[in-house]
């Protein structure tokens, strides 16, 4: 007899599990795969373009005109691309330059000290 409630309660317990539905059932189309990894890997234009942004256009400080150059170089190639593409008003409060800075160990002897400035903004510019 316990071999019986015992078969009786897996077969009801196997009836209550939810199984999913016929939509719930996850299926992967991988059809073009094989042309979505022909694009990344022989068509891709991700290393040129990194190249030119910072190889060309170089370092881009907020509000600077390498940050705007950087800006239109990229709405102009995503036009190439065949996307659409504008540039969104964006004011940051002014715009931005490395100033000169100057270092010079005193003690315990003079020793001049390479170094970089911080970006100064030109309403409020650090010396």
């Known amino acids: 007899m316990n071999r019986f409630r015992s078969a009786a309660a897996a077969v009801l317990l196997a009836a209550l599990v939810p199984r999913p539905l016929a939509g719930q059932t996850p299926s992967v189309d991988t059809s073009n795969a094989s ?3 022909d694009q990344g890997l022989t068509h891709s234009q991700v290393m040129p373009n990194l190249q030119y942004l910072s190889d060309v256009i170089g370092p881009r400080l907020t509000g600077s005109s390498a940050a705007r150059a950087a800006n239109d170089w990229t709405m102009a190639r995503f036009k190439q691309y065949g996307l ?3 540039l969104e008003q964006w004011n940051f409060g002014g715009t931005w330059t490395r100033g000169p800075m ?19 903004g030109t309403t409020t510019a650090r010396r």
């Open 84 to 86: 659409e593409a504008h």
């Open 35 to 37: 042309v979505l990894i």
């Open 102 to 120: 100057w270092m010079r160990l005193t003690a315990p002897r003079v020793h001049d000290v390479v170094a970089a400035s911080w970006a100064c």
